[in-house]
Structure formats: structure tokens, C-alpha cells
């Protein structure tokens, strides 16, 4: 994860308890420094600057930004906490995947401040998460600023998400999280058919994708990522911000593919009574809504679109 946009939901991407109590050992970090008297923390990383910001309403919460766009949230205290609406779909999906409190093997590409795979290690002890991370002196600034618990099976590599994605035993992901971005868009080489045949080797048969996708009017990247996921993936839905939807403003769609039907009324439920009430989309409309847009190949990939000056406020 590097720069991204964000949505007027107050979520990135268009890009949790340490188990820790306060002032004690990594405490002495950023983590235990938040609240009204914290002041932000900056420091240079891979060409950007990256900031800590504390949340004035939540004693021990953080929120990561690159270049001034917000990236994650973290709340040490309560690592279930998702801010962002795009990062709550997600934990929905989480929720959803098997039951409650069951382990996962999970793919994180992508790191920012490990918001999700804190959520994981929280709602699903004994996981084991690997975060893969370009931006090594980002994942230094992070770890050390909001230390993740060292009793959570988390492994972080500073690597390329699709060489690191390379890496992982076949068949051995329950699920592949995909929130990169580079100068606020998704790389090429994380949008094509041969990218999302590497994701289906690494995950379990009856494993799941998802991916933070961003994209405005008309909207022609979304509808190519999913036309792109449909030669891999045989069961895919679609959840966003009904604005997004109907192509009125830039912002985060969350894309789940698998290779088994997924539990689409519950996600629908779920949200559709968030805070931010969003819509899901599968089958025959979501096949209607990519209208006929063409898959994306290795050859001809381009990065997501640039969101408008305005998305950043």
C-alpha cells in the first residue's frame, strides 16, 4: 500500500488491539502517546511523507496518511474498530468467510497500518496473516509508532505485492486481501488476468479475493476489473457507496471473488446498516453493470485513474 485516495465517507483508497495496556513496554510508542494531547508524527518514507494523526475521540487511535491522504486507522485499544467504510465491507467479508472465530491463512497485499490483519489476529486468534509490503521504511515507521501484538501470527515482508504473492505455497490462502496503491492508483501489474490467476494458485479451492478498488465517472476501470476477475473467479460481488454506483463521484468499490458461491444475503444485510450504508451487486446485475467491458491482460494493463484533486478535500 502507498498513497491512495479517498472517499467522502472518510475512507481511503481511491487506501485492534495490540493487547497491550497503556504505558507499558511498546506503549511508550505512539500507541500509547494518542488521545487530545498527542501530536502528530511524521517521518519520510518511500517518496512520501507519511504522518500519524491521533483521533481526538478515541484515546489510543491513529490515522496513517502518505502526502496528507488518509491511508488507515488504527484504534490500539479496539482493533475491531474499522473506520473506513471500505475496510468495514471488508471486515463483513471476514465475518462472513467461516465461523466465528475460526483461524484463516491470509494474504494481506499491501500493508499501510496493518488495520485489517490486527482486525483478523482480533476476531480470529490463532490466524496465520502474511502483510505484503513495498514500503519497507513505511512498515519500520509503522511497527515501531503502533507496534502489532507479538503474540499475533503476523509476518510482514518489505517486497513487491505480486513477487511476494509469488511466494506463497499454492493453495495455501484462505483469503487474499489486494490494497495497493501507488501515487493514490493501482498498479498495472496488480490489475490483470495473470495477477488474479497467481491469487486463484495461492488460494484454497474454496478460497476468496478481495480487492479495494477506486475508480469515478464512467467508471470503465471498475467495470474492467470485474470483467478481469470473471475469467478466474466463477462467483463474484460488488459492494459500494450507491454515489459510486451510479457514476456521480470518484470513490472505493470492494470487490469479492471466490470460487464458491458467497453468503450474499448477509453481506447485503450487513451493508447496507453500516454507518455508510453502501449496496451489493452479483450475478446477472453485476454482469449487466460491466457491460461488456473487456478483460484487462499483462500486455495492455494500466494503473487505476487518478482521483480528482477534490477527493483529497
Same mark, same amino acid.
Given at each position: 500500500?502507498a498513497?491512495?485516495?479517498? !472517499?467522502?465517507?472518510?475512507?481511503a483508497?481511491?487506501?485492534k /488491539? ?7 513496554? *511498546? ?13 502528530p ?16 475521540? /478515541?484515546?489510543? @487511535?491513529?490515522?496513517? %496518511? ?21 475496510? $468495514? ?10 465461523? @466465528? ?15 485489517l490483519? /490486527?482486525y ?6 490463532? !490466524? ?16 515501531? &509508532?503502533? =507496534? ?7 509476518? #510482514?515482508r ?10 506463497i ?10 490494497? #495497493?496503491?501507488s ?7 496488480l490489475? !490483470? %488476468?495473470?495477477?488474479?490467476? &497467481? ?14 478498488? *477506486? ?7 471498475? $467495470? ?33 471473488? !471466490?470460487?464458491?458461491? =458467497?453468503?450474499?444475503? &448477509? ?29 484487462? /491482460? ?6 487505476s485513474?487518478? =482521483? ?6
Open positions: 500500500m498513497r491512495r485516495g479517498t !472517499s467522502s465517507d472518510g475512507g483508497g481511491a487506501r /488491539r495490540s493487547g497491550r495496556k497503556a504505558g507499558t513496554g *511498546a506503549d511508550k510508542a505512539a500507541g500509547g502517546r494518542a488521545g487530545r494531547g498527542a501530536e508524527l511524521a517521518e519520510p518514507v518511500d517518496g512520501a511523507l507519511a504522518e500519524l494523526v491521533p483521533d481526538r475521540e /478515541r484515546p489510543r @487511535a491513529w490515522t496513517l %496518511t502518505l502526502d496528507g491522504a488518509p491511508q488507515s486507522h488504527v484504534d490500539l485499544d479496539d482493533p475491531t474498530y474499522l473506520s473506513f467504510a471500505y475496510q $468495514r465491507r471488508i471486515g463483513h467479508i471476514i465475518d462472513l468467510l467461516a465461523p @466465528a472465530g475460526q483461524p484463516l491463512h491470509v494474504v494481506h497485499l499491501g500493508g499501510g497500518a496493518f488495520t490483519a /490486527r483478523v489476529a482480533a476476531t480470529r486468534p490463532r !490466524s496465520t496473516q502474511q502483510v505484503i509490503e513495498v514500503d519497507a521504511a513505511l512498515v519500520q515507521f509503522v511497527r515501531r &509508532e503502533l =507496534p502489532l501484538d507479538p503474540q499475533a501470527r503476523i509476518r #510482514v518489505a517486497t513487491d505485492a505480486r513477487a511476494g504473492l509469488g511466494k505455497p499454492d493453495g495455501w490462502a484462505d483469503l487474499v486481501i489486494a490494497d #495497493v496503491f501515487g493514490a492508483r493501482t498498479p498495472a501489474h490489475t !490483470s %488476468t495473470e495477477f488474479l490467476a &497467481e491469487v486463484r494458485r495461492a488460494l484454497k479451492t474454496g478460497g476468496s479475493y478481495v480487492a479495494n478498488l *477506486a475508480d469515478g465517472p464512467p467508471l470503465a476501470h471498475l $467495470r474492467a476489473q470485474i470483467a478481469t476477475a470473471a475469467t478466474v473467479f466463477p462467483e463474484l460481488a460488488l459492494a459500494a457507496d450507491p454515489a459510486v454506483w451510479r457514476g456521480r463521484r470518484f470513490g472505493n468499490a470492494v470487490l469479492l471473488a !471466490s470460487g464458491l458461491p =458467497p453468503k450474499i444475503a &448477509e453481506l447485503t444485510r450487513k451493508v447496507a446498516t453500516d454507518p455508510h450504508p453502501g449496496r451489493v451487486e452479483h450475478g446477472r446485475a453485476l454482469a449487466d453493470f460491466t457491460g461488456g467491458a473487456t478483460p484487462v /491482460r499483462d500486455a495492455d494493463a494500466r494503473p485513474p487518478a =482521483p480528482p484533486p477534490s477527493v483529497f478535500g
